[in-house]
């Protein structure tokens, strides 16, 4: 199991949290709000660059509120790819190493037009990932029930650095399958990305490890038995889950009492 350990922070409270991120000893994910990009400038991408360097790497989560890569309204895709282009472009200037997005899937609107969407949105992932060199994108199941669209869009958009998130807290609420089901039909080679945070079943709530009921123990052998490479992040609400998620992550996925 990895010690290589990501705990989500917004942008704008990074400089006052990077050094108990770093007494945990992990490493940034950094959330950016969309109305918050117009603010990150060459000095002030320089500042954050020069904050992040005290960690071996980090990841970032993009803006995620109305952004949607499948639209129909050819608007309103245009200024979710300008939003995204310029997570990206930031990312890139940061050295990040991957990207967590949403795609959004709504099959309330779109279910009967899949094929519409799914053309759209992988032109949307493929403009982004041929216009530069950088980190991976890893798009993120949010409300699906089984892993078919992200496969889909996956597959379609059929790039190395177009990769899945797998959100353990989401798939509680929302699957209708096992997450070893899941992870199984998506055959993850190249890269995976974790989200690591906890809820009873009924509400993203984005409880600490070990205070909803999700299987930790579970997770880990599957986590274990995946022959790709990895990367782990900690989604906490508030500085006490974010000790109490890091001292069951610690013990439960590293320590030798959890790996027996």
């Known amino acids: 199991m990895t010690d290589d350990l990501f705990i989500r922070v917004p942008s704008e409270r990074l400089q006052r ?18 109305d918050l990009l117009p603010g990150f400038t060459p000095r002030s991408i320089a500042a954050t660059r ?17 952004v949607w890569p499948g639209a129909a309204d050819a608007d309103m895709r245009q200024l979710s790819l300008e939003k995204m282009r310029r997570t990206m472009g930031i990312a890139a200037d940061l050295g990040s190493r991957l990207v967590v997005m949403h795609f959004n899937y709504d099959p309330l609107y779109y279910r009967q ?11 949307f992932y493929a403009e982004l990932l041929c216009e530069r060199d950088g ?8 409300a699906e029930p089984t892993p078919h669209v992200a496969l889909q869009l996956l597959e379609k958009v059929a790039h190395p650095r177009l990769v899945h998130c797998f959100d353990f807290g989401h798939h509680h609420v929302f699957a209708r399958i096992p997450f070893a089901e899941w992870l199984f039909y998506l055959k993850p080679r ?7 945070h906890d809820n009873r079943g009924d509400a993203d709530d984005h409880l600490a490890l070990g205070q909803g009921s999700i299987d930790w123990p579970a997770a880990r052998e599957v986590i274990l038995g995946l022959s790709c490479p990895f990367s782990i992040a900690l989604e906490p609400k508030s500085a006490g889950s974010r000790r109490a998620a890091v001292a069951f992550y610690r013990k439960h996925f590293l320590s030798r009492r959890g790996a027996s």
């Open 17 to 34: 949290e990077a050094a108990a991120i770093a007494a945990c000893g992990a490493a940034p994910e950094v959330y950016i709000r969309a």
């Open 50 to 66: 020069k904050l992040l360097a005290a960690f071996p790497g980090h990841t970032i989560h993009a803006p995620f509120m109305d």
């Open 113 to 123: 037009q899949f094929p519409q969407w799914l053309e759209r949105a992988a032109a």
């Open 190 to 196: 190249g890269h995976i990305h974790f989200h690591l």
């Open 135 to 142: 980190p991976f994108i890893a798009l993120e199941n949010i």
